[in-house]
């Protein structure tokens, strides 16, 4: 049974429709994929599934319970994790601080959730007395993928990860989301425009262009040229 499913889901702004009729679905432990040319939708449709844009048709479900009219707040306690565009961290806080933040809500977890974040991310450690403001962009980025697992998510959603990141660093995030899926049984549900880091590891993906999917395949080295020749239709 799918983890996420979202069905026939349309969104937008006010009287304006910008995602149509999208459906798809994830399972635990599969990488789903979404890709698509600047102002093709995506963000607006991740906006949807987490609650922060209302549906104006079709329905979200999340493990095994509709939660289209939810809040954010709700998606999230109930096992859906966010990171967002853009290396979210505290600037002024070190790299321990920023983990603390959320580890400490979990009391007697705290430090196992703690360390297993750090393990995904080893340069954590290594950077864990700097402040999160003077990393690199790749760094802050790992940072806050590792904020986002310290939640234990059963979805993790990863809105452009890639954006302004060194090439060895994209390298790393990449591998980290194979393992979140391989390893820990991880539902991901990634948002791209580069097309080689979102498909020659994913399960499957879906190419989006003006608020629907027009094309999808499964993932591999081998479908990322398709994909490609897709995204320029």
Known sequence: ???????????????????????????AGQWISIIGNNGAGKTTLLKAILGLLPASAGSVSFDSRDVTKLSPN??????????????????GMTVDENLHVVADQYGSEAQARYDEAVEAFPVLKEFASRRAGLLSGGQRQQLSIARALITRPKLMI????????????????????RSMVED??????????KVQFAVERCDTYHVL?????????????????????????
């Open 158 to 177: 990863l809105d452009e990860p890639t954006e302004g990141i060194q090439p060895n660093i994209v390298a790393d995030i990449q591998k980290s989301i």
């Open 1 to 27: 049974m799918a983890m996420l499913e979202v069905k026939n889901l349309s969104t937008g702004y006010g009287k304006v429709t910008v995602v149509n009729d999208i459906s798809f679905s994830v399972e």
């Open 74 to 91: 709700q998606r999230i306690r109930s096992g859906m994790a966010f990171v967002p565009q853009g290396q979210q961290s505290f600037g």
């Open 209 to 233: 262009a003006s608020g629907r999917f027009i094309a999808s395949g499964k993932g591999g080295a081998d479908q990322v040229e398709t994909a490609k020749q897709s995204m320029r239709v």
């Open 184 to 193: 820990r049984g991880i539902g991901v549900v990634l948002v791209e425009q």
